[in-house]
């Protein structure tokens, strides 16, 4: 039996049983509630928080229709009308909504470590779950893109996956490298130009490339990034025609992967500069069903934490 999960903040150590369990949750979950028409109260009288505090459309949306698929009350919390863009601390902030009574709080923040801040600080009944810190990790998009890729192909140990684009930056990429290398993948490949790539020594275990004709070669699972402006200096923010040209998905550079490879997106993405319009609608596209994915696995994430 995987041990029992408290909070959800990163991946790494998680180990196989427990994302494989994960994952199997998922699973069961999408067959219990008829692929989302039908509610299941295994949450009733719970209460859920969705604490973002940068702009999120799918993490946001999808957590807030798991939680209520699963019967709980769920509360967003709006940070532009609360108290915290008035000067209140983060932890003046989860005192007074931990005083309101929840279970959960699902945070979003751009600082890499604030979910394992709030793990320190909350009461000892609810559950942080992480929606995404900085660069640091975003489990839930690890579990969905793992659930993604084990729809389509059984052993992961067989798999080449070739993660391309804004490595440095990405939470994304980040918790699917924990994910797919617990899970058995072998041959990882982290495609980027050599400044949007974090230094080897953080994801061993991984192969490094500033050629993405190359890294794409014999590919079974492509999953593109986006440029995370946001969390760029200017000196990086490369040309994105002269990007597109290098880094971009198209469908000719497509056709050197791996015969009806997958391509996955986390998402937003941004047609004609990571990816070609051909390719992110094209039969190979995975990306809608990450997105239906996500409502599963935080389903099962939730439900993890918090059923009694
Ligand atoms: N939505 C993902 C994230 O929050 C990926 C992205 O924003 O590019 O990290």
């Known amino acids: 039996m995987p041990t029992h999960l408290r909070h ?9 049983e427990t994302l494989e369990h994960l994952l199997d949750r998922a699973e069961s979950l999408r067959e219990a509630c008829a692929h989302g028409t039908r509610r299941i109260d295994l949450l009733r009288g719970r209460t859920v928080l ?18 209520r698929r699963l019967g709980a009350d769920v509360v967003n919390f709006d940070i532009t ?19 309101m009574h929840l279970d959960a709080l699902v945070v979003r923040h751009r600082e890499s470590g604030t979910p394992e801040f709030l793990v320190r600080h909350a009461a000892s009944g609810v559950s942080i779950v992480n929606a995404g810190d900085g660069n640091h990790a975003h489990p839930t998009q690890g579990l969905l893109d793992a659930l993604t890729v084990r729809q389509h192909r059984r052993h992961f140990d ?11 930056h990405s939470r994304v990429a980040r918790s699917d490298v924990h994910a797919f290398q617990a899970l058995g993948v072998r041959d990882l490949r982290l495609c980027g130009p050599g400044a949007l790539l974090p230094a080897p020594g953080e994801l061993p275990g991984c192969a490094f490339s500033d050629n993405f004709d190359s890294a794409v070669e014999g590919a ?31 469908q000719t550079r497509l056709r050197r992967a791996a015969p009806g490879a997958l391509v996955l997106h986390p998402g937003p993405i941004n047609r004609g500069v990571e990816i070609a319009s051909e390719v992110a609608d094209g ?13 599963f696995v935080r389903m099962a994430v939730l439900a993890e934490l918090l059923a009694r």
């Open 50 to 67: 969705n604490l973002f505090f940068e702009p999120s459309t799918r993490t946001r949306t999808s957590f807030e229709l798991a939680a």
């Open 81 to 99: 009308s609360s108290s915290t863009s008035k000067g209140e601390t983060l932890l003046d902030t989860l005192h007074t909504l931990e005083a």
């Open 158 to 168: 067989a798999l080449t996956v070739t993660i391309c684009g804004d490595v440095l």
């Open 283 to 295: 039969t190979q596209s995975r990306i809608l069903e990450q997105v239906a994915n996500g409502v």
């Open 220 to 250: 079974d699972v492509i999953i593109m990034l986006r440029l995370q402006k946001e969390r760029m200096v200017a000196t990086l923010l490369p040309d994105e025609a002269a990007y597109f040209e290098r880094y971009g998905l198209s």
């Open 8 to 16: 959800l903040i990163t991946l790494q150590h998680l180990g196989a």
